[in-house]
């Protein structure tokens, strides 16, 4: 992944990440591996929840619709959102497109999760394990 910036929309429960794949991540000649795709969808909604102040989470499900093969050397635009939460539970949404110089946008894939927030317990767990 030669470029991976995160910003996020001001007032609103969502981010958006330029991602730009280079020629080393591919499963088939000039195609990204779908394991690639997979590991920049679930490392954007840790940021999500990481920008919307939460607490720590982990994925219990993600959900991937692979819509067209994504080439090597794409720069392409990630947008997350917060669909809802449930007690300890955060759904959240996102799209992957292709960028173009015309400004259209190519849906390459979708995605949909569900992260479970950490019980407290185990904050201080790592905090005690981390900072003694």
């Not at 001001?10 to 990440?17: C, L, Q, S």
């Not at 080393?24 to 590991?39: A, D, K, W, Y």
Request: glycine share 6%; charged share 25%.
């Amino acid at each position: 992944v030669e470029q991976y910036e995160i910003y996020r929309k001001k007032g609103a429960d969502e981010i958006m990440a330029i991602v730009r794949f280079g020629q080393s991540l591919n499963g088939h000649p000039e195609i990204v591996h779908g394991g690639i795709t997979s590991l920049v969808f679930d490392n954007s909604f840790g940021w999500l929840f990481f920008c919307l102040n939460k607490p720590m989470a982990v994925t219990a499900n993600l959900n991937i619709n692979y819509r067209k093969p994504l080439k090597q050397n794409t720069t392409t635009i990630l947008r997350a959102k917060m669909s809802k939460e449930e007690g300890r539970k955060m759904f959240m949404d996102a799209t992957l497109h292709e960028a173009s110089a015309n400004g259209k946008e190519s849906l390459i894939a979708d995605s949909s999760t569900l992260f479970i927030k950490m019980k407290l317990p185990f904050w201080k767990q790592l905090y005690v394990k981390v900072f003694g």
